[in-house]
C-alpha cells in the first residue's frame, strides 16, 4: 500500500464528521462570532471534534503584536465552544487555538469575524456601534430582476491608471470620487459610472482575500480576488488604512451610500465554493475535514479546478453561507450576489439564500455561474444550469449566447455569429428569446446574457484572435454587434467594465495576477472610443425605455413577438404590444443584405449603422422591403400600422 500524502491521512482520519449523523447531533442554528458590549465580548465557535479551544488575546492590533492572555473556552451545546470575557475589548485582535488529538494544535482566525489585523491573520472585536455610516440604508425595493442592467467592475482597475484623476487610486473610496477628469477633460471616476445609466454595480470579490500584500502603500501583486481569506471582512488593500480594522468597513460602507444615493445598486462577487489554501483556512483548522467535499479515498474533491469543493450540502456549510450572506446584505445595503461556481453548491442551499433574501427585499438579485462541474455531488443537486427551473429567482450566466456570438473560450481562433461563423441565426434567436421554446430556465429573469466578463479574453481581443486581418472599423463594428444583442435580448443583460469602450487585454486571456498596466482601466482608450461608448449608453437608454425589452415571462415574449427571418446570416423579428412595436434586424455579412416579406407600415428609425439611438428619427414607409448594411444592427420603431 503505498504512503498517503498528508491532505488524505486527514480525509480518511475525518471521514465521521461527513456523516448524516454527525449533522444531526451537532447541527447548530445560534450565533457564532464574537458578540461585544462595552462590558464584555462573548465568544462562541462551532468546533465539536476538538479536544480542547482557547481564545487568545493580543496585546493590539496590530499584526506582530504580542500575546497579552489566552482563556480557555468551556463546551457549550451542540459542539459549540464558549466564554465570556470581561472589559471594552473594541477593537482587540484574537485568535482561537484548537486541540485537534492526534490531527494536532491548529491557530485560526474566527470565520465568523467582521474586522481582522492587515493581511487577516487574526481576527478583531468590534463594536457595532463603530462600524455605522449616517443615513446609510437600503434603496427601495428595484422591481422585476428584467429591469436590471448589470456593469461587471474591479475596484482597483478602475481608479489606479495615474491619470485617472481620482485620489484614492485602486481603494474602495475611488469608486465613490465625483467631479474627476484626465488631463485631457475624459470624465472619470463616480461621474463615468453614473453616465453610462446601468442599474447595478457588479463588483469582483471585494471580501479579504489571500494574495496580495495590505501592508504595501501601493500594492505590487495584483488578483482579482478569487482566494477568500476572511469572508466577512472587506479587502484591506482596498482601504486607505488597513492597519486600522474600522477603514475597510466604514470605506466601502461609505462607497456603496454614495453609490446609492447616485442611483446605482451594488451586486458583490461571493466565492464559498472554494478556499486559497484549504488547510491553512478558518474551516479547516475549527472543524478538519467538514467543510469540504472527499472522495471514498480521502482525496479531496476538485471541481473548482482549485485544489478543493466546499461541502453547501452539509448543514453548517449551508448555515455559514446563509448567515454571511445575511451579513453583507443588512450590514452593506447590497443589492445582490453573484456566486463563483454556482454549479459547486447544491440546489437546496440556493433556494435558502433566495429564500433568505426575500425576507429582506424579493428584488435583491441573485446569479451564479450554473456550470455543471465535476463535483462530489449528485447531478440532480448542483445548483447548475440543467437544474434552474427549481431554483425559481436565480439567474444562470449564459454562456449558449457567449459562445453562439463571439465563439467559444477555450480556443481562441474559434469564431461565432458576429465573427462570420455560419449556419448560428437560429441558435442566436433563440438566446436572444431566452430559450423559447425549449430552455431549462422558468422564466426570462433566469438568465443572464454576456459575451465578456472578467475572465478569458475581452470581446476585443477575441475579435483580434478569430480575425487579425479585419480592419479596425470591421472589428469595431462586429464588436458592438454583439454588445448591441445582449443589451436587446430579453433576460438580464451584463457587461464586463470598458466593453463600452473596447477594452483590450493585450490578448491576455487570464488577467487574474496580471499587472496594473494590463487590467486597469485605459481613461486615454474611452476618450479615442467616445461614439461607442455614446452608442452603448444609447442602447442602455433605449432597453429602459420600453418594457417589450424586458419582458418577464415566456408568454408575454411569446405574445408579442413575430420571427420574420433566420437564415443567410439575417436575424429579423418583430417585438409588439398594445402601446408600441419595435422591428430588430441583424446582418452578420460583410456585405449589404436585402430583407424582404417585412410588414408593412410607418416606422422611426431608432438605431442605424451604430449610430446613437435617435430621439427624432427619420420616418418611412417599411413597405415589405429593407436593405441593411453589412455587419449591422438596425432597430426601428412603428409609428403607424398600415391598414
Same mark, same amino acid.
Given at each position: 500500500?503505498?504512503?498517503? $500524502?498528508? $491532505?488524505?491521512?486527514?480525509?480518511?482520519?475525518? !471521514?465521521?464528521? =461527513?456523516t448524516?449523523?454527525?449533522?444531526?447531533?451537532?447541527?447548530?442554528?445560534g450565533?457564532?462570532?464574537?458578540?461585544?458590549?462595552?462590558?464584555s465580548?462573548?465568544?462562541?465557535? &462551532?468546533?465539536?471534534?476538538?479536544?480542547s479551544?482557547?481564545?487568545?488575546?493580543y496585546e493590539?492590533?496590530?499584526?506582530?503584536?504580542?500575546?497579552?492572555s489566552?482563556?480557555?473556552?468551556?463546551?457549550?451545546?451542540?459542539?459549540?465552544?464558549?466564554?465570556?470575557?470581561?472589559?471594552?475589548l473594541?477593537l482587540t485582535?484574537?485568535t482561537?487555538?484548537?486541540?485537534? /488529538?492526534s490531527?494536532?494544535?491548529?491557530?485560526?482566525?474566527?470565520?465568523y469575524?467582521?474586522a481582522?489585523?492587515?493581511? /487577516?491573520?487574526?481576527?478583531?472585536?468590534?463594536?457595532?456601534?463603530?462600524?455605522?455610516?449616517?443615513?446609510f440604508?437600503?434603496?427601495?425595493?428595484?422591481?422585476k430582476?428584467?429591469?436590471?442592467i448589470?456593469?461587471?467592475?474591479?475596484v482597483?482597475?478602475?481608479s489606479?491608471?495615474?491619470?485617472s *484623476?481620482?485620489?484614492? !487610486? *485602486?481603494?474602495?473610496?475611488?469608486?465613490?470620487?465625483?467631479?474627476?477628469?484626465?488631463? $485631457?477633460?475624459?470624465?472619470?471616476g463616480?461621474d463615468?459610472?453614473?453616465?453610462? /445609466?446601468?442599474?447595478?454595480?457588479?463588483?469582483?470579490?471585494?471580501?479579504?482575500?489571500?494574495?496580495?500584500?495590505?501592508?504595501?502603500?501601493?500594492?505590487?501583486?495584483?488578483? &482579482?480576488?478569487?482566494d477568500?481569506?476572511?469572508?466577512?471582512?472587506?479587502?484591506?488593500s482596498y482601504?486607505?488604512?488597513?492597519?486600522? +480594522?474600522?477603514?475597510?468597513?466604514?470605506?466601502l460602507?461609505?462607497?456603496?451610500?454614495?453609490?446609492?444615493?447616485? /442611483?446605482?445598486?451594488?451586486?458583490?462577487?461571493?466565492?464559498? $465554493?472554494?478556499?486559497?489554501?484549504?488547510d491553512?483556512?478558518?474551516?479547516?483548522?475549527?472543524?478538519?475535514?467538514?467543510?469540504?467535499?472527499y472522495?471514498q479515498?480521502?482525496? %479531496?474533491?476538485?471541481?473548482?479546478?482549485?485544489?478543493?469543493?466546499?461541502?453547501?450540502e452539509?448543514y453548517?456549510?449551508?448555515?455559514?453561507i446563509?448567515?454571511?450572506?445575511?451579513?453583507?446584505t443588512?450590514e452593506f445595503?447590497?443589492?445582490?450576489f453573484?456566486?463563483?461556481?454556482?454549479?459547486?453548491?447544491?440546489?437546496e442551499?440556493?433556494?435558502?439564500?433566495?429564500?433568505?433574501?426575500?425576507?429582506?427585499?424579493?428584488?435583491?438579485?441573485?446569479?451564479?455561474? *450554473? &456550470?455543471?462541474?465535476?463535483?462530489?455531488l449528485?447531478?440532480?443537486? !448542483?445548483?447548475?444550469?440543467?437544474?434552474?427551473?427549481?431554483?425559481?429567482?436565480?439567474?444562470?450566466?449564459?454562456?449558449?449566447? =457567449?459562445?453562439?456570438?463571439?465563439?467559444?473560450n477555450f480556443?481562441?481562433q474559434?469564431?461565432?455569429?458576429?465573427n462570420?461563423?455560419?449556419?448560428?441565426?437560429?441558435?442566436?434567436?433563440?438566446n436572444?428569446?431566452?430559450g423559447?421554446?425549449?430552455?431549462a430556465?422558468a422564466?426570462?429573469?433566469?438568465?443572464?446574457?454576456y459575451?465578456?466578463?472578467?475572465?478569458?479574453?475581452?470581446l476585443y481581443?477575441k475579435l483580434?484572435?478569430?480575425?487579425?486581418?479585419?480592419s479596425e472599423?470591421v472589428?469595431?463594428?462586429?464588436?458592438?454587434?454583439a454588445?448591441?444583442?445582449?443589451?436587446l435580448?430579453?433576460?438580464? +443583460?451584463?457587461?464586463h467594465?470598458?466593453?463600452?469602450?473596447?477594452?483590450?487585454?493585450?490578448?491576455?486571456?487570464n488577467?487574474?495576477?496580471?499587472?496594473?498596466?494590463?487590467?486597469?482601466?485605459?481613461?486615454?482608450?474611452?476618450?479615442?472610443?467616445?461614439?461607442?461608448v455614446?452608442?452603448?449608453?444609447?442602447?442602455i437608454?433605449l432597453?429602459?425605455?420600453?418594457?417589450?425589452?424586458?419582458?418577464n415571462?415566456y408568454?408575454?415574449i411569446?405574445?408579442? %413577438?413575430?420571427?420574420?427571418?433566420?437564415?443567410d446570416?439575417?436575424?429579423?423579428y418583430?417585438?409588439?404590444?398594445?402601446?408600441?412595436?419595435?422591428?430588430?434586424?441583424i446582418?452578420?455579412?460583410?456585405w449589404?443584405?436585402?430583407?424582404?416579406?417585412?410588414p408593412?407600415?410607418?416606422?422611426?428609425?431608432?438605431?442605424?449603422?451604430?449610430?446613437?439611438?435617435?430621439?427624432?428619427?427619420?420616418?418611412?414607409?417599411?413597405n415589405g422591403?429593407?436593405?441593411?448594411?453589412?455587419?449591422?444592427?438596425?432597430?426601428?420603431?412603428?409609428?403607424?400600422k398600415?391598414?
Open positions: 500500500m503505498t504512503d498517503l $500524502n498528508p $491532505n488524505q491521512a486527514v480525509g480518511l482520519a475525518t !471521514k465521521a464528521v =461527513r448524516v449523523d454527525f449533522d444531526q447531533e451537532f447541527a447548530y442554528d450565533p457564532l462570532g464574537a458578540f461585544y458590549t462595552p462590558q465580548t462573548r465568544f462562541i465557535v &462551532w468546533a465539536p471534534t476538538a479536544k479551544v482557547t481564545v487568545e488575546i493590539s492590533n496590530q499584526p506582530d503584536s504580542n500575546l497579552a489566552a482563556h480557555v473556552m468551556r463546551r457549550g451545546e451542540r459542539g459549540t465552544w464558549v466564554i465570556e470575557i470581561l472589559g471594552d473594541h485582535a484574537y482561537y487555538l484548537l486541540d485537534h /488529538g490531527l494536532g494544535l491548529k491557530r485560526s482566525q474566527d470565520p469575524a467582521i481582522a489585523v492587515v493581511n /487577516g491573520d487574526r481576527s478583531v472585536v468590534v463594536n457595532p456601534a463603530a462600524t455605522q455610516v449616517e443615513g440604508d437600503r434603496m427601495p425595493s428595484f422591481g430582476a428584467t429591469d436590471a448589470i456593469y461587471e467592475l474591479n482597483r482597475d478602475f489606479v491608471a495615474e491619470d *484623476g481620482i485620489s484614492a !487610486k *485602486g481603494k474602495f473610496l475611488g469608486l465613490a470620487e465625483a467631479g474627476t477628469h484626465t488631463s $485631457n477633460g475624459q470624465i472619470t463616480l463615468y459610472l453614473k453616465s453610462l /445609466g446601468f442599474t447595478h454595480l457588479q463588483l469582483l470579490p471585494i471580501y479579504d482575500y489571500a494574495t496580495v500584500d495590505e501592508t504595501e502603500a501601493k500594492p505590487t501583486a495584483y488578483n &482579482w480576488g478569487y477568500p481569506k476572511n469572508y466577512n471582512v472587506p479587502e484591506g482601504a486607505t488604512d488597513p492597519y486600522n +480594522p474600522l477603514s475597510r468597513i466604514l470605506e460602507k461609505q462607497t456603496i451610500k454614495t453609490l446609492h444615493d447616485n /442611483g446605482m445598486r451594488v451586486i458583490m462577487d461571493v466565492v464559498y $465554493n472554494h478556499v486559497y489554501q484549504f491553512l483556512q478558518a474551516f479547516q483548522k475549527i472543524v478538519p475535514g467538514y467543510f469540504f467535499r472522495d479515498a480521502g482525496n %479531496l474533491s476538485n471541481g473548482t479546478g482549485v485544489g478543493n469543493d466546499t461541502a453547501s452539509r453548517m456549510m449551508r448555515h455559514y446563509l448567515d454571511s450572506i445575511l451579513y453583507w443588512r445595503k447590497l443589492d445582490g453573484r456566486f463563483d461556481l454556482m454549479g459547486i453548491h447544491d440546489v442551499t440556493m433556494l435558502a439564500v433566495r429564500q433568505a433574501l426575500n425576507e429582506i427585499d424579493p428584488s435583491i438579485i441573485v446569479l451564479g455561474e *450554473g &456550470w455543471n462541474l465535476g463535483t462530489m449528485p447531478y440532480e443537486d !448542483k445548483a447548475a444550469q440543467h437544474n434552474a427551473y427549481r431554483m425559481p429567482g436565480v439567474a444562470h450566466f449564459n454562456d449558449s449566447i =457567449r459562445n453562439a456570438l463571439k465563439g467559444g480556443n481562441q474559434e469564431g461565432g455569429y458576429v462570420g461563423r455560419p449556419d448560428l441565426e437560429k441558435l442566436v434567436a433563440q436572444l428569446l431566452v423559447i421554446p425549449n430552455s430556465y422564466s426570462p429573469d433566469q438568465v443572464v446574457h459575451v465578456e466578463a472578467h475572465d478569458d479574453l475581452t481581443d483580434c484572435c478569430t480575425h487579425p486581418y479585419d472599423e472589428r469595431v463594428r462586429r464588436a458592438l454587434m454588445t448591441s444583442l445582449v443589451l435580448a430579453q433576460g438580464i +443583460p451584463f457587461i467594465a470598458g466593453q463600452e469602450f473596447l477594452r483590450t487585454k493585450k490578448l491576455i486571456e488577467t487574474y495576477n496580471a499587472p496594473d498596466e494590463i487590467n486597469q482601466f485605459d481613461w486615454n482608450r474611452v476618450a479615442e472610443h467616445q461614439e461607442t455614446d452608442y452603448v449608453r444609447g442602447l437608454k432597453r429602459k425605455s420600453s418594457p417589450l425589452f424586458r419582458q415571462s408568454d408575454e411569446l405574445n408579442s %413577438l413575430a420571427v420574420y427571418q433566420l437564415h446570416g439575417v436575424i429579423a418583430q417585438l409588439e404590444d398594445e402601446n408600441s412595436a419595435y422591428f430588430i434586424m446582418n452578420a455579412n460583410d449589404r443584405m436585402p430583407i424582404t416579406y417585412l408593412h407600415g410607418l416606422y422611426r428609425k431608432v438605431i442605424v449603422d451604430y449610430t446613437a439611438p435617435l430621439e427624432e428619427g427619420q420616418v418611412f414607409d417599411l422591403h429593407y436593405e441593411m448594411p453589412g455587419l449591422s444592427v438596425t432597430v426601428l420603431e412603428r409609428v403607424e398600415a391598414e
